[in-house]
């Protein structure tokens, strides 16, 4: 069971970098939270203790996540293809 819970938490952090880099207009939003809350279920079925230690992980996990991808994007050929630069301009 806990190895279960293990990989649907996995299976939710994969999707929350897809959501960052794909536009599904929040499908992949959805089954993030849909794997991430399997997860939590099944880690305080096994215990309390391990489902808020699920619970605490996540907490610094997925913005930890969400922070790289997004500074990992602009250095992805399509990453540069789909951000905007800035006006050059010229020095006086």
Do not use: N, Q, Y
């Amino acid at each position: 069971m806990l190895a279960l819970a293990v990989i649907l938490l996995l299976i939710g952090l994969a999707f929350v970098v897809a959501e960052v880099f794909f536009v599904s207009m929040g499908l992949l939003s959805l089954l993030a939270g849909a794997c991430i809350l399997g997860a939590d279920i099944l880690a305080f079925e096994h215990s309390p203790l391990m489902g808020w230690v699920f619970i605490g992980a996540e907490v610094v996990l997925i913005p930890a996540i969400v922070v790289l991808a997004f500074r990992i994007l602009p250095k992805l050929p399509f990453g540069r293809r789909m951000l905007l630069t800035g006006p050059v301009t010229e020095p006086k």
